[in-house]
């Protein structure tokens, strides 16, 4: 069966650090992955999503960037964190192809800026 | 545009009796749709789909509709259970795209 893990659960970082938030996936082939971000109380907002390796569409302008150096592998990193980067991050993942099936979503980071 | 979030609308609702959770969906093109059930801390569980060909679907206590008229998702929950508190989302996608986009969201909260 197919699993997703996202690390860490909670993360608590200064202003203008880095940031890194990894999200695996086993048990399936060339998946299609996705990073969203939810903040408290409010919906999923689409901040990155996959297809393949090395192949990233970004959704919203901002300071984060995002990468998949294996095929079932998603880093989301920043090289300068903000304020307003708080929030709840969520890994997903659906498999490949056309039409889309339902996405799978690991447990969240919760990130604190402070 | 894309749904990018408001305040969540909460829905009370006896235990025992029906809910019905209601999501707009914004694209006209969109042809496939997903509730989910976010409880609190824990990332989205899927719940039930539902394709554009289709105007109903039913599930184990649930029951999606959809009026693509009115561009108009639903999601029936069957005898409401203090478990089935959280919030819910619809999210839509479009043949060829990539993209889950989701709705607002629905906070129900079961009342004992």
């Known amino acids: 069966s197919q699993t997703i893990h996202q690390w860490p659960a909670t993360l608590v970082q200064p202003v203008g650090s880095p940031l890194s938030l990894e999200c695996t996936v086993e048990g399936t082939s060339n998946p299609n992955l996705y990073w969203y971000r939810q903040a408290a109380g409010r919906g999923l907002q689409l901040l990155f999503y996959s297809v393949g390796i090395g192949q990233i569409s970004s959704e919203v302008p901002q300071n984060l960037s995002a990468s998949r150096p294996q095929d079932r592998q998603f880093i989301l990193s920043s090289k300068k964190l903000l304020l307003s980067d708080s929030g709840f991050y969520l890994c997903?993942?659906?498999?490949?192809?056309?039409?889309?099936?339902?996405?799978?979503f690991g447990q969240g980071t919760r990130l604190t800026v402070v | 545009g894309e749904s990018v979030g408001l305040h969540l609308p909460t829905l009370s609702v006896q235990e025992g009796d029906n809910s019905i959770i209601n999501c707009a969906y914004s694209n006209s093109a969109s042809d496939y749709f997903i509730w989910y059930k976010q409880e609190s801390g824990k990332g989205p569980q899927f719940i039930i789909d539902i394709r554009s060909n289709m105007d109903k679907r039913q599930g184990q206590r649930v029951t999606v509709l959809l009026n693509k008229t009115v561009k108009h998702l639903s999601l029936q929950i069957a005898a409401t259970q203090p478990g089935d508190s959280a919030v819910y989302f619809c999210?839509?996608?479009?043949?060829?795209?990539?993209?889950?986009?989701f709705g607002t969201g629905t906070r129900l909260k079961v009342l004992a």
């Open positions: 999210a839509e996608n479009t043949s060829g795209t990539y993209k889950y986009i």
């Open positions: 997903a993942w659906s498999a490949p192809g056309q039409p889309l099936t339902e996405a799978f």
